[in-house]
């Protein structure tokens, strides 16, 4: 059952959401004041003098594909504080990190150009994804020891450092035992060790540490069921990023929304997961959500038939994904009827016998004013170049009305 609370919440922010868009609107340089830092985000104690840096307040997070043809340099950072690149590999048999002649030019250009920009973002190298899938065993195997996991985490070090990053993240897509998700929390303790040390050593801020990771903590769906190391992910990351999104797609032969925030009928839901996460141990200071710049495509059994959860055959246009922009253009080719499910807070458009599921303005506002609402650390886009004008990430400039009503309301 969707929490009627929330349900009510998510009226209610509907309501304010039309009056916010006439309020005016606080300067885009000032953010709330940065959250203090618990104790348990805290540095080993080992470290002497510590140049941490202290956590942000609202994160506004986004990641660029590395094989994308939207370039860094056309980034508009003034819609963000942190923007990862996606992905380098670890090598299968040395565990070091893959440089590829491509990311050799695309490293430095990504820095360079994110770091000129004004104002200035953070830059985060993110390691693993989902694909090849075989690099989940690749962390699998180089996780299992202190030597291995030393020799990936100096490597990963030297590559930030070399290109002038300020923290690592760690995509591994998924540790599919309780073994490996131990091996994950181990990995992780040892990686904000040595991140810890070598910024002490020398003299540097230390890198940030933080990790894409499932939509909820606990894992069910496929493998063994198991759950992440809640309380060591708590204490060692900066923050976790969970893909609250790909909750259905064109592998089903049923339609679905890809990103609901409320599931009445089961737990494929942002609300689940989020809470999943909470109850494992990670604080809501350190969450940061995920919200996709993409939909899922079907082909309907029935085009007559065309709700949420109706019969598909196959694959949509764009071959089941279409970026955001790709929505809007396919909507206004094909005169889609375009319907909002207030339930799910989802979008989908019909037309010509297929179906769309994405996000929009209304649904990407009251995500956002959602975890504004649960205290979430913020949130971060997947992915950099599916809506060039930014006119969905624009949405989560903070206003009077919004801070005000996150903070009554919570
Ligand atoms: C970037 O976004 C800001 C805020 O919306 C806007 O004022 C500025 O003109 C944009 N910059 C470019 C280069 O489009
Ligand atoms: C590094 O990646 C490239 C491109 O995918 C691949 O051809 C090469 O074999 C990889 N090198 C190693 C040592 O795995
Ligand atoms: C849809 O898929 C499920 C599970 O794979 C299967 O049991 C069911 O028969 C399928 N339905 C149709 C209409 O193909
Ligand atoms: C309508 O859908 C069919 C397949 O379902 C496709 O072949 C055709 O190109 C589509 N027409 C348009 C205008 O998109």
């Not at 304010?16 to 104790?39: D, E, G, Q, W, Y």
């Not at 055959?313 to 279409?322: F, H, I, K, N, T």
């Not at 886009?381 to 309301?409: D, E, H, M, Y």
Request: aromatic share 12%; glycine share 8%.
């Amino acid at each position: 059952m969707a929490s009627p609370k929330l349900a009510s919440i998510a009226l209610l922010l509907t309501i304010f959401n039309l009056m916010i868009n006439t309020s005016h609107s606080v300067s885009p340089t000032s953010s709330p004041a940065p959250a203090p830092t618990p104790a348990a985000a805290r540095a080993p104690s080992a470290a002497p003098r510590q140049s941490t840096p202290s956590p942000p307040g609202i994160i506004r997070a986004a990641y660029w594909e590395s094989f994308s043809d939207f370039p860094p340099s056309a980034i508009n950072t003034s819609h963000f504080t942190h923007v990862y690149y996606a992905f380098l590999l670890p090598e299968p048999t040395t565990y070091k990190l893959n440089i590829t002649q491509s990311d050799e030019i695309l490293l430095p250009q990504f820095t360079s150009a994110l770091s000129e920009k004004n104002p200035p973002v953070k830059t985060l190298l993110s390691i693993g994804g989902a694909f090849p899938p075989s690099v989940a065993q690749v962390f699998a195997e180089m996780s299992q020891s202190t030597k291995s996991r030393a020799v990936f985490i100096w490597s990963a070090i030297r590559v930030a450092r070399k290109y002038g990053f300020d923290g690592l993240d760690i995509d591994w897509e998924y540790p599919a035992s309780e073994r490996e998700m131990r091996d994950f929390g181990r990995l992780l303790k040892q990686c904000r060790q040595t991140l810890a040390l070598e910024a002490a050593v020398m003299g540097k801020p230390r890198l940030l540490l933080t990790g894409a990771v499932y939509y909820s903590a606990r894992m069910e769906n496929s493998g063994p069921a198991r759950t992440y190391p809640g309380p060591e992910m708590n204490k060692y990351m900066d923050w976790v990023n969970p893909m609250t999104y790909d909750y259905h797609g064109s592998w089903e032969n049923f339609t679905g929304p890809n990103a609901a925030l409320f599931d009445p009928n089961g737990k494929l839901s942002t609300e689940y997961g989020i809470g999943s996460w909470l109850e494992a141990g990670v604080s809501a200071q350190k969450l940061v959500m995920g919200l996709p710049l993409y939909g899922r495509t079907w082909v309907l059994e029935d085009p007559s038939d065309h709700g949420i959860g109706s019969k598909a055959l196959a694959p949509g246009p764009g071959e089941g994904v279409l970026g955001y922009d790709a929505v809007r253009e396919w909507n206004a080719a094909n005169k889609a009827s375009v319907v909002y499910d207030g339930e799910s807070v989802s979008y989908y458009s019909v037309a010509n016998g297929s179906w769309v599921g994405y996000d929009d303005q209304m649904s990407i506002d009251l995500k956002i004013q959602y975890a504004r609402m649960k205290g979430l650390g913020g949130y971060f886009f997947w992915a950099l170049g599916q809506n060039r004008n930014f006119a969905i990430p624009k949405l989560g400039k903070l206003n009077l009305l919004s801070l005000v009503l996150t903070f009554c309301v919570r």
